[in-house]
């Protein structure tokens, strides 16, 4: 029973922050990558972050300098924080997981149902 549970999402004024985070129960994410996704209306669900089973840290150029990915194995719980919002990052946020190896694209078998972001002017 593998499930990943996001939360955090909310509706923040541009330049403000959230913090999401991953909740994972039914495995041990010491085995796994995760990343975030995050898709809005009309787009492809894109890669924006992940962090290696190692904490070897991946950002698009888009959030980088802006959002701070992290894992806490022992809380079984994956973070994104982001800073400086932008009216542009609003989108739903999905987590992910897949054994071993980080990836940028859509292969990871776990995925949470989202969190939804909303960045205003």
């Known amino acids: 029973q593998p499930r990943l549970v996001e939360s955090g999402g909310g509706v923040v004024q541009a330049g403000g922050s959230l913090r999401l985070s991953c909740a994972a129960s039914g495995l041990s994410i010491d085995l796994y990558a995760l990343a975030w996704f995050r898709q809005a209306p009309g787009k492809e669900r894109e890669f924006i972050s992940g962090?290696?089973?190692?904490?070897?840290?991946d950002y698009v150029d888009s959030v980088k300098g802006r959002f701070t990915i992290s894992r806490d194995n022992a809380k079984s719980t994956m973070y994104l924080q982001m800073n400086s919002l932008k009216p542009e990052d609003t989108a739903d946020y999905y987590c992910?997981?897949?054994?071993?190896?980080?990836?940028?694209?859509?292969?990871?078998?776990?995925w949470g149902r989202g969190t939804q972001v909303t960045v205003f002017s």
């Open positions: 992910a997981a897949r054994v071993l190896e980080l990836s940028r694209a859509r292969d990871y078998p776990f």
């Open positions: 962090v290696s089973r190692s904490g070897t840290e």
